[in-house]
């Protein structure tokens, strides 16, 4: 059974960086594409980022291209999300997410609450 | 891109009612559309895919209809644990996007 663990999250004043972690476990991790998706306090979900299986293609949100940068080591089984120059809307849950290729997220962790404070 | 626009934004029903929630794409996305369920505190679960196809464990009663624009959900009796917030998601083409959400509320 697929486990997905978020980290990382926590307090960063504007304009700094941060960076989450997504520890998976119960899959052939190099097998899946990831996706890392976000949701303000109270609101809906919000697509932010996708590597592909073997690392070779990312995808960004337009509100993250240029500051936030995916990426994965497979041999940790553990996919990253660097996120500079944090804004106030930035502030919200980070879930990572399993894809088998079908280009849906398919099993998610139980996210890591980040907070952009001024 | 590609704006998913959910309707209603809450739907009140009783346990054992059927619930139909609806969701519109600004542009016709095939059937590449995805149905998530998430209940508070907790990540969303994958329901349905591709617009019709159930995903591994999710019970009968929620079937995906719809091609094109127009995508519907429909949850046949509603069970007490089916109360919870629905998103849509396309992955017609990047990036992806989720519709804003329908809540389905006890009434």
């Known amino acids: 059974q697929v486990q997905l663990v978020e980290?990382?999250?926590?307090?960063?004043q504007l304009?700094?960086?941060?960076?989450?972690?997504?520890?998976a476990s119960g899959v052939t991790f190099s097998d899946y594409g990831m996706h890392w998706v976000r949701q303000a306090p109270g609101k809906g979900l919000e697509w932010v980022a996708m590597i592909w299986h073997n690392g070779k293609n990312k995808y960004y949100a337009d509100s993250?291209?240029?500051?936030?940068?995916?990426?994965?080591d497979d041999s940790k089984n553990t996919l990253f999300l660097q996120m500079n120059s944090l804004r106030a809307e930035d502030t919200g849950v980070y879930y990572c997410a399993t894809d088998i290729g079908s280009g849906y997220p398919d099993s998610w962790?139980?996210?890591?609450l980040v907070t952009v404070s001024s | 891109e590609i704006v998913l626009t959910q309707s209603p934004d809450t739907l009140s029903l009783s346990p054992g009612e059927r619930?139909?929630?609806?969701?519109?794409?600004?542009q016709s996305i095939s059937r590449y559309l995805a149905w998530y369920q998430q209940k508070p505190g907790q990540g969303p679960r994958l329901l349905i895919y591709d617009a019709s196809k159930?995903?591994?464990g999710?019970?009968?009663r929620f079937s995906g209809s719809g091609s094109g624009t127009d995508f519907t959900l429909t949850i046949s009796s509603l069970e007490p644990?089916?109360?919870a917030v629905y998103y849509c998601q396309h992955r017609g083409n990047w990036p992806l996007t989720f519709g804003g959400g329908t809540k389905v509320e006890i009434k």
């Open chain 1, 64 to 72: 993250v291209k240029g500051r936030f940068t995916v990426s994965r």
């Open chain 2, 19 to 26: 619930a139909t929630l609806s969701c519109w794409a600004s």
């Open chain 2, 81 to 83: 644990e089916d109360f």
């Open chain 1, 7 to 12: 980290s990382g999250g926590g307090v960063v």
């Open chain 1, 15 to 23: 304009g700094r960086s941060l960076g989450l972690s997504c520890a």
């Open chain 2, 58 to 60: 999710i019970p009968a």
């Open chain 1, 109 to 112: 962790g139980q996210g890591t």
């Open chain 2, 54 to 56: 159930r995903a591994t």
